[in-house]
């Protein structure tokens, strides 16, 4: 039977042959590699990749595409069903590379699931809507540059690789794709990743307003170099691990 695409999942599924193969070819995958793929769908991907490695990690939550999945009959396929927001990635092979054409309705919870399990993460391969991917890899003064770019950056390397057109897709999504890739950073200044999270959000939490009372409960300017006359956009990464670090000081004991 025809499988219809349920929106509440976000599925747009891949049909463009070129564009499959552009992705491959971006994750390179090695026969050994620990390969886990978010949301495998139809198989667009899970296909051409599972005739390349020993074995394949799919997790998908739509149950009628896990038996659509279990009819390719390919041994080398371990289908987990499920949420991939609550997938306990160390019950798999370590270190993983993670791949996925996301739902994008989750992304950002994802993305965030998957920056707390870095420590499990070779590196990440994803098609996630273009303003998405270009508001992850912004650069500090500009507009789109927020508490995604800096959560992102403070951990990875981000790469915006290609953009896909709608087209691409069945049924077509209303915007444009992009595909990112995304390395764990091999080490990071952040001493606590729940205090970066909080000085994160409270500094973009009112973008208009300056550091000084965005951060008001957090920090005084007394207690850091950082400038808190500025906003929260003008500030690089790097400043941002340095309030967290300041902060760190101030509640050492
Ligand atoms: N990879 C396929 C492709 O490229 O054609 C499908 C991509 S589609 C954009 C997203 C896929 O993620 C769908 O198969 C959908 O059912 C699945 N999905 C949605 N939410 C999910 C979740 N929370 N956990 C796991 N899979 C999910």
Request: charged fraction near 25%.
């Amino acid at each position: 039977m025809a499988h219809k695409a349920r929106k509440r999942f976000g599925q747009n599924f891949l049909t463009d042959k070129a564009v499959i193969e552009r992705i491959i070819a971006v994750i390179a995958p090695k026969f050994d590699d620990n390969l886990l793929e978010i949301g495998p769908g139809k198989g667009a991907m899970t296909l051409p990749l599972l005739a390349q490695v020993r074995q394949l990690n799919v997790i998908e939550i739509d149950r009628d595409l896990i038996v659509l999945l279990q009819n390719f009959g390919k041994d080398n396929l371990l289908i987990h069903q499920g949420d991939a927001l609550k997938f306990d990635l160390s019950t798999l092979p370590n270190p993983l590379r993670v791949i996925g054409n996301l739902p994008y309705n989750i992304s950002s919870p994802l993305l965030f699931h998957l920056l707390e399990n870095r420590d499990k993460v070779v590196d990440m391969t994803f098609m996630l809507q273009k303003e998405v991917v270009q508001r992850m890899a912004a650069a500090p003064g500009s507009k789109i540059y927020g508490r995604l770019s800096v959560m992102m950056q403070a951990f990875f390397q981000v790469d915006m690789i290609f953009i896909v057109a709608p087209s691409a897709f069945e049924p077509a999504p209303k915007v444009d794709s992009a595909i990112v890739y995304l390395k764990p950073l091999a080490k990071t200044e952040v001493k606590n990743i729940v205090v970066f999270t909080k000085i994160v959000k409270a500094a973009f939490s009112q973008r208009r307003k300056t550091l000084r009372n965005c951060l008001k409960s957090l920090l005084t300017q007394e207690q850091t170099a950082i400038d808190l006359s500025k906003r929260a956009e003008m500030l690089s990464v790097q400043d941002f691990i340095n309030l967290e670090n300041d902060y760190e000081k101030q509640h050492q004991n």
